[in-house]
T-cell receptor, first 115, second 111 residues
């Protein structure tokens, strides 16, 4: 158990809908990273938050947004969902603003299925 | 810019034989390097990490990796494969602002 929690574990929804994925980092970790993993794209970095502020951006679509709250949990919002958004979504946390020598600890993921 | 290449997308070994998963990296400075394992429908679990201390790094479950600066490699090895090692393995190098993942190597262990 990495200490990173993600909810829900599974999510099934329809095209055009909006969903929110939640991540709680390990105790003491200030950064949260979001990743998307699909069969055709592999593991893609989406976005990083550090202590409530956006720190780095990857291949995140405009339909997607994220935020980190004062208690350091983070939410990833996906809207106007398309079939191609079906994937495993992971979050990871690190102590610092990273990367440096910080280790990323990954949550168990949320499997999103868009029908 | 930093990059990482996992040289094999699939590796098959027989149970009890050695495992070698190859990773080459490119970096303009001394990076940190990691190996993660992912079992089906699970999150990524850290196997080991290199952060410029000892070049031979020991990890969990009998895995180890050697950092070779001259060859820009960080290959993952295990002396004897177990059926439970069947999984996908990711090599990761640190970039300036993010972690850069290899495309993964799927390890199959034959009985």
């Amino acid at each position: 158990d990495s200490g990173v929690t993600q909810t829900p574990k599974h999510l099934i929804t329809a095209t055009g809908q909006r969903v929110t994925l939640r991540c709680s980092p390990r105790s003491g970790d200030l950064s949260v990273y979001w990743y998307q993993q699909s069969l055709d794209q592999g593991l893609q970095f989406l976005i990083q938050y550090y202590n409530g502020e956006e720190r780095a951006k990857g291949n995140i679509l405009e339909r997607f947004s994220a935020q980190q709250f004062p208690d350091l949990h983070s939410e990833l919002n996906l809207s106007s969902l398309e079939l191609g958004d079906s994937a495993l979504y992971f979050c990871a946390s690190t102590v610092g603003g990273g990367p440096g020598t910080d280790t990323q600890y990954f949550g168990p993921g949320t499997r999103l299925t868009v029908l | 810019a930093q990059s990482v290449t996992q040289l094999d997308s699939h590796v098959s070994v027989s149970e009890g034989t050695p495992v070698l998963l190859r990773c080459n990296y490119s970096s303009s400075y001394s990076p940190s390097l990691f190996w993660y394992v992912q079992h089906p429908n699970k999150g990524l679990q850290l196997l080991l990490k290199y952060t410029s201390a000892a070049t031979l790094v020991k990890g969990i479950n009998g895995f180890e990796a050697e950092f070779k600066k001259s060859e820009t490699s960080f290959h993952l090895t295990k002396p004897s494969a177990h059926m439970s090692d069947a999984a996908e393995y990711f090599c990761v190098v640190t970039g300036t602002y993010k972690y850069i993942f290899g495309t993964g190597t799927r390890l199959k262990v034959l009985a």
